[in-house]
């Protein structure tokens, strides 16, 4: 898996095939969806981490943040190429 929600998109949908999979054990289809849990908790803060990342970046074009304005953008929020 690469690191994009499209990426992302597509682990879930296989997950998702592994559970409907019809020859899970009881014991196999108990471990699928233990890791389909933790796959979507996981998922779930990748998704918020990605608004936040947007909302940011609305908020920047809203308020005048650019390389002209001498206003600056928080470190942790910057691309790791500036």
């Known amino acids: 898996m690469k690191n994009t929600l499209s990426d992302l998109n597509n682990y879930l949908f296989e997950q ?5 999979d019809d020859e899970l054990s009881g014991e196999q ?3 699928e969806l233990k890791k389909t849990d933790s796959i ?4 779930e803060k990748i998704i918020q981490n990605g608004e936040l990342a947007f909302k940011t970046m609305q908020h920047m074009d809203n308020y005048g943040y650019n390389a002209s ?3 600056t953008v928080p ?3 910057k691309d790791k190429g500036e």
Do not use: A, G, I
């Open 16 to 20: 998702l095939e592994k559970l409907n």
């Open 29 to 31: 289809l108990e471990k």
């Open 40 to 43: 979507v908790k996981v998922s």
């Open 69 to 71: 304005s001498n206003r």
């Open 75 to 77: 470190p942790m929020l």
